[in-house]
């Protein structure tokens, strides 16, 4: 048995998803793959389009084996904390033997070698210079990585995959973990792109197509994602979108004092007083993001704070990784990975909801947590669905 781990939003699963998970059975003679999935929420801040258990059983029906939960802590997190959070989990499963991502570059050594360069003392001096004048985390990174090792890694840090991929390696370093690095080269839209070939488009163009309902985007998924894509919407389930909670965030913003959001992960340097200035001003979300954003807070940076804001996480949430092993989704598969992992985890696995109440202090504090971002989610469904879905949906087994 040869496992492989991904990290993965599948919002939603797409061909690019699919050629990546049958390329890496090929090159790297896989014979099992687990993916970590998004909860709930998505790293730009806000609701997936589809509920995480029918995105778990889209993936399941499309080549992965076992699905586990990235929670909502992590999911929405930064690039560094998100890629920890993934990665842990695969590492505490304690059986996966390589970690598969997709790059623009395709070239793990070259990944590699960028990922030494960032991490020399030259690098980070200067990122420390340029976070000073006020730069983002990203912009001061990549001219810190450019004034010392001129332009041989700028197109490495251009590209979005290659960036998260970097810090994938990151956190197998910082993990000590014996995981097997590989990337795939994506292959048709990048990133974010509103570009597409005759079978590949970028998630975010998916989803605009089908918020459209525009049935164009029937062609860039698996047959199997459309059908259950279409239960979800019939069952009003789905699409969930992060518009039908703007009331109800923009009156909690108001509410909030400064002092109060300065509480949320990720916020310093004052960026509080401004979100509140903005939040007492604005008539929409978006008008929000535009008001607080600034050359060093992105606008991904600003809905990330506002969401954590809204559900209340504090900083001291993040005590340490991510507590237990939360399954979703399996084949037949994947209960092979699991009797594997079983005596190899070095996390709880968590199969049924009686299973959380065995979990330590944290543990229970971050499902307790999960558990009301999901009764929180169910809010921008299209009915309002009621609350305990965190505890009454099982494994979705194939």
């Not at 690095?181 to 509103?194: E, L, W």
Request: aromatic fraction near 8%; proline fraction near 3%.
């Amino acid at each position: 048995m040869k496992i492989g781990g991904i990290v993965a939003e599948y919002n939603p699963f797409h061909n690019g998803h699919k050629y990546q998970i049958d390329k890496a059975k090929e090159l790297g003679e896989l014979t099992h793959v687990v993916a970590v999935m998004s909860s709930n929420y998505v790293q730009r801040g806000e609701t997936a389009l589809i509920p995480k258990w029918a995105r778990a059983e889209m993936a399941v029906r499309n080549g992965i084996d076992l699905v586990i939960e990235l929670p909502t802590l992590w999911s929405t997190s930064y690039a560094q904390r998100f890629a920890m959070g993934g990665v842990s989990l695969l590492n505490a499963l304690g059986c996966v033997d390589t970690l598969v991502f997709g790059s623009e570059c395709g070239d793990i050594d070259e990944l590699k070698a960028c990922r030494d360069a960032l991490s020399s003392e030259a690098v980070e001096e200067k990122l420390k210079e340029n976070l000073e004048y006020g730069l983002s985390f990203a912009s001061a990174r990549a001219e810190a990585l450019r004034s010392v090792c001129g332009n041989k890694f700028f197109d490495i840090l251009d590209g979005a995959n290659n960036t998260l991929g970097i810090e994938y390696l990151n956190a197998l370093v910082k993990l000590n973990s014996k995981i097997t690095p590989m990337t795939i080269k994506r292959t048709g839209a990048s990133h974010d792109s509103v570009m597409r070939s005759e079978n590949f488009a970028s998630a975010s163009e998916i989803r605009r197509l089908m918020l459209e309902e525009n049935s164009e985007w029937e062609r860039y998924v698996p047959q199997s994602v459309v059908d259950i894509y279409k239960r979800e919407k019939g069952n009003l389930t789905a699409p969930c979108c992060n518009s039908k909670l703007e009331f109800s965030i923009l009156c909690c913003m108001r509410q909030l004092s400064a002092e109060e959001i300065a509480l949320s992960p990720d916020v310093s340097e004052g960026i509080e007083y401004r979100i509140h200035d903005a939040a007492l001003k604005a008539s929409s979300l978006e008008e929000l993001y535009s008001l607080a954003k600034t050359k060093r807070y992105s606008h991904a940076r600003i809905r990330r704070i506002v969401l954590h804001a809204f559900m209340g996480f504090k900083s001291s949430d993040y005590k340490d990784n991510p507590p237990y092993i939360h399954v979703l989704a399996m084949n037949d598969s994947g209960k092979e990975i699991l009797k594997e992992a079983k005596d190899k985890a070095k996390l709880p696995i968590v199969t049924k909801a009686s299973d959380f109440d065995e979990l330590d202090d944290y543990g229970r504090h971050v499902f307790s947590l999960e558990d009301m971002c999901t009764d929180v989610f169910s809010l921008s469904s299209p009915v309002i669905l009621p609350c305990g879905r965190e505890k009454t949906s099982g494994i979705i087994v194939l």
